[in-house]
């Protein structure tokens, strides 16, 4: 692809992000419309969807981004839910919608029907899981869906490839393709396995270098995948357990390489987010000419079939699998909390498709060995496209309304607030007694007030978040917590100000102003983080 087409997709697409933050709707829609309007704008060249470069390339730094933001501990609480959708949900979605689509469409081969369902069985929850944040969601349901969206891939990708060889006439059975699925499932996870623990090593001693550390960061992603996929493992599954790993035990890294890891993370995932899903709608017109023999009324209600199997599936399998293990088990019963019918009715409707789905859809062969062209390969591929732009625009608009609606109890902000504080009230009594200790030592002697400060800097981290429970300004409407964050920016901003007119002034160089405004940027970003603690 040539450079100025490319600008435009990345510029184009992080704007219209950009743009989507003021607005109600969510940014995979806007995006999505965008790209459906733009490709067929006069000019605009032909964005084709290239696997050689999703897969490999931009589908390892989002999962590895999202694994480091997860929490491995509610992970494993919700295992069993977690397993049941990335797993047993994918591989019943790509039988039953491969036989409906087998019994609907004349002369579709059971083998091409079944990887159509294969390709269109992953949800793509980061559109679900970014309104479940923002509505409020319960964190039980976000965690589900979040830890679907890790895994599901990783189950459809190699169901793929089973099925696919099936088609194209390989031979392989359903003995041999279970063994394919098991071997690479559990090599995915083997693999990452072995990698996590010398990664997080190198990564801890490589303490001196921030930038070392975060450029090893964003190798580590493609690294696994590479090392799993040589093998003939599950990359995407390498790359979920090296990046639940080095997340659970990113306490351990330099406090410098944390702070640029997350503004480098938020970054990429940002801008691939925005690109691939405006590469979604940009795909239209590339599907629609590739349709031949089909005409578009007989396309349009295959697809409408597919959608309806793709979302009543969702459900049928959902429900039962909330309830039934509960009924049949005390132990579950005990161990997971009560579920209402509101919050499986969410992740139900939560099942929207994306990237991945047409990655895969495009990736398939244009032709069988000794047979001539794939069975309606274009067909496959316009209604992977149409599944994954139907579940975005009518369950991705409908499902903020829905969540409104059924009203379920978000997180209780209160108790939060209350169990951080009465956790910072033990880490900061801890860390009281360890500087006592170490003030007693004479090698650690310190001026009366540079120990006071030391006190007090633990006191103010200690009872700001209690002055979030507290009153309010009558003035100015903002609590203790508040006023102080703004208070402790405005005289930031002062001292910066300052540095550069001395700057100016040449009174000091740009190499020391620089080393200033650092040292102002961590101050501004510790009173923050106390503000927002």
Excluded: C
Excluded at 377 to 391: E, G, P, Q, S, W
Excluded at 397 to 421: C, H, K, N, S, Y
Excluded at 427 to 435: D, K, N, P
Aim: proline share 6%; glycine share 8%.
């Amino acid at each position: 692809m040539a450079v100025m087409p490319l600008f435009f997709l990345v510029a184009g697409s992080t704007g219209i992000a950009g743009l989507a933050r003021r607005t109600p709707v969510p940014a995979p829609l806007l995006l999505v419309t965008a790209g459906l309007v733009a490709s067929y704008i006069p000019g605009i060249p032909d964005y084709t969807l290239d696997p050689h470069i999703v897969l490999p390339l931009v589908l390892p730094p989002l999962l590895h981004s999202a694994a480091l933001d997860a929490s491995y501990l509610d992970l494993r609480a919700n295992l069993r839910p977690v397993a049941l959708l990335s797993v047993g949900y994918v591989l019943v979605a790509t039988f039953l919608v491969g036989y409906v689509a087998y019994l609907v469409i004349p002369g579709l081969p059971l083998a091409a029907a079944l990887v159509l369902g294969a390709v269109v069985a992953p949800p793509d929850a980061v559109a679900a899981t970014a309104v479940a944040r923002r509505l409020g969601l319960p964190h039980r349901v976000t965690t589900i869906l979040q830890g679907e969206s890790l895994f599901n891939d990783a189950t459809a990708i190699t169901v793929y490839k089973v099925l696919l060889a099936a088609a194209l006439g390989a031979g392989v059975g359903w003995g041999e393709g279970i063994k394919e699925f098991a071997v690479a499932s559990l090599g995915g996870i083997g693999v990452g396995v072995v990698l996590m623990v010398p990664l997080h090593w190198l990564r801890v001693r490589l303490r001196e270098s921030a930038l070392l550390e975060n450029t090893l960061s964003l190798l580590i992603p493609f690294f696994a995948y590479a090392a799993a996929e040589q093998l003939h493992a599950s990359g995407v599954l390498a790359v979920v357990v090296v990046g639940l790993y080095l997340g659970h035990r990113s306490w351990q890294v330099d406090f410098e390489t944390r702070l640029q890891e997350d503004a480098v993370w938020k970054v990429v995932s940002f801008v691939l987010e925005s690109v691939v899903f405006a590469l979604i709608g940009l795909q239209l017109r590339v599907v629609l000419r590739g349709l031949g023999e089909f005409g578009a009324a007989q396309a349009l209600w295959y697809a409408v079939v597919v959608f309806v199997v793709v979302v009543v599936s969702r459900f049928v399998w959902v429900l039962p699998t909330t309830y039934l293990p509960r009924a049949l088990s005390a132990r579950i019963r005990a161990r997971e909390p009560d579920a209402t019918w509101k919050g499986p009715v969410i992740v139900a409707w939560a099942g929207m498709r994306g990237v991945v789905s047409l990655a895969i859809a495009f990736s398939i062969p244009s032709t069988v060995p000794g047979e001539g062209s794939f069975p309606a390969r274009n067909l496959v591929l316009f209604l992977a496209f149409t599944t994954v732009i139907a579940t975005l625009v009518i369950q991705g608009l409908t499902l903020p309304p829905l969540i409104r609606l059924l009203r379920l109890p978000g997180p209780d902000l209160q108790a939060e607030t209350l169990a951080e504080a009465q956790a910072q009230n033990e880490a900061s009594r801890a860390a009281e007694e360890r500087l006592e200790e170490l003030l007693r030592d004479e090698r650690n002697a310190l001026p009366g007030p540079l120990a006071d400060r030391l006190r007090t800097i633990m006191e103010r981290r200690r009872n700001s978040v209690w002055e979030r429970l507290g009153a309010v300004n009558e003035v100015t409407g903002e609590s203790a917590d508040e006023t102080y964050r703004r208070l402790a920016r405005e005289i930031i901003d002062t001292e910066r100000r300052v540095f550069v007119q001395l700057r100016d002034a040449r009174r000091i160089d740009d190499e020391m102003l620089r080393t200033l405004l650092r040292r102002l940027d961590l101050e501004e970003a510790t009173a923050y983080r106390e503000g927002a603690s």
